[in-house]
């Protein structure tokens, strides 16, 4: 390519980036816009709601439809995906407390689902951001929900036993573990491996065949476990990309889960209902008698109207030995009539049925 293309095609480029340039301000105009029609139309007590889940999945949707490329669909609605996030933070900054600290695959599910507009807090537990939510110290939480390796995160069941939450969302993330290291540390003379306790058993068979004879340290988080081999010598973390960018560690071994598809869900909790978008999930908790059969009495109206179940999970209840709650989430909204007829009859044979929130299905 001559100089004299290369400086053709910037120029064009110099261009397109006036008009894009532009159009996001023109946008941004339009959602300040919306903000003030939204305080204008509000009853006398009511609080205003900026945002709109619901919305924000049909414009990442209608996004990826009317892409043409070359830019890939995922690529070009984590575009749009930030500067919706800019907009609603001129309309309203959102704060997310998340599972810290800063680095964890939590946060990067936060950014992913909210963008990078928004205020976002660490807390050192689960139940922490429960409680933040709960206090309205932030608009909305997110908390990690079930890996697809290592099951159910029991400590974000028994929170939804604890605190009234409503789900607004889910995220799913892949996820990536490396074997990182600190600039001083000689890496054959590892003597401990820092992670969290489900990272260590998602690296498990790697873990056996590269350094059997490793101590292996269960810490309260991966980026806990980054923090602290940056200052130590012979101490290696597993730990994502977030965490080895922020604390400055070398990655000694890349992708070291034991499975190539090993994948987070993750839920945003908050106290607002998201109304239906015709490609929803519903998540609920269900307490059933102690007799026989009661499993089978709460699947059979899920199976007799075709409702697909994506999920079913058991925890033991707080309320009695060897009593027990299910958490079920499915395909549809709760205020679907299919649904509701299914939420009826169901809780005509539960001792107790709490519909834990209805949200987008994750578009990104
Ligand atoms: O449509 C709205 O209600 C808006 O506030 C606008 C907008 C957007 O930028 O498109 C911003 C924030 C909401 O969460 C959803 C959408």
């Given at each position: 390519m001559s100089e004299q293309e290369l400086k053709a095609l910037r120029v064009r480029i110099d261009s397109l980036d006036e008009k894009v340039l532009e159009l996001i301000s023109e946008r941004a105009r339009c959602a300040q816009e919306v903000a003030r029609v939204k305080m204008a139309s509000l009853a006398e007590g009511e609080v205003p709601v900026f945002y709109r889940p619901e919305r924000e999945a049909q414009v990442l949707k209608r996004v990826m439809e009317r892409n043409k490329g070359p830019l890939g669909n995922e690529e070009m609605a984590r575009l749009f995906r930030e500067i919706m996030s800019s907009c609603l933070a001129l309309e309203q900054p959102l704060k997310v407390a998340y599972l810290?600290?800063?680095?964890t695959f939590t946060q990067a599910a936060a950014m992913k689902h909210f963008g990078h507009a928004v205020i976002s807090k660490p807390m050192a537990a689960i139940d922490e951001v429960f409680r933040e939510v709960a206090a309205g110290a932030v608009n909305f939480g997110v908390v990690p929900v079930e890996n697809s390796t290592e099951g159910a995160v029991n400590h974000t069941l028994d929170s939804f036993l604890e605190h009234d939450m409503v789900i607004c969302g889910e995220v799913e993330l892949r996820i990536h573990h490396h074997l990182l290291v600190g600039?001083?540390?000689?890496?054959?003379?590892?003597s401990r491996i820092y992670s969290h306790a489900q990272s260590l058993a998602q690296c498990r068979k790697w873990l056996d065949a590269h350094y059997p004879n490793v101590e292996r340290v269960a810490v309260s988080s991966n980026a806990e476990a980054a923090k602290r081999v940056?200052?130590?010598?012979?101490s290696a973390a597993i730990a994502g990309d977030m965490a080895a960018g922020l604390y400055g560690l070398t990655r000694?071994?890349?992708?070291?889960?034991?499975?190539?598809?090993?994948s987070t869900r993750f839920l945003m909790i908050g106290n607002q209902e998201v109304p239906p978008t015709g490609d929803d999930k519903t998540s609920i908790i269900v307490s059933m008698s102690n007799k026989p059969g009661a499993l089978h009495e709460l699947l059979v109206p899920f199976h007799d109207n075709g409702i697909d179940l994506t999920r079913i999970e058991t925890r033991p209840s707080r309320s009695g030995k060897w009593t027990y709650v299910f958490f079920i989430d499915f395909v549809g909204h709760h205020r679907d009539p299919l649904v509701k007829g299914v939420l009826e009859k169901i809780s005509q044979e539960a001792v107790a049925l709490k519909v834990l929130g209805s949200y987008p299905k994750a578009v990104l």
């Open positions: 810290g600290p800063e680095g600039e001083n540390t000689k890496t054959d003379s590892i940056k200052g130590e010598w012979n000694l071994a890349e992708k070291i889960e034991d499975r190539p598809d090993n």
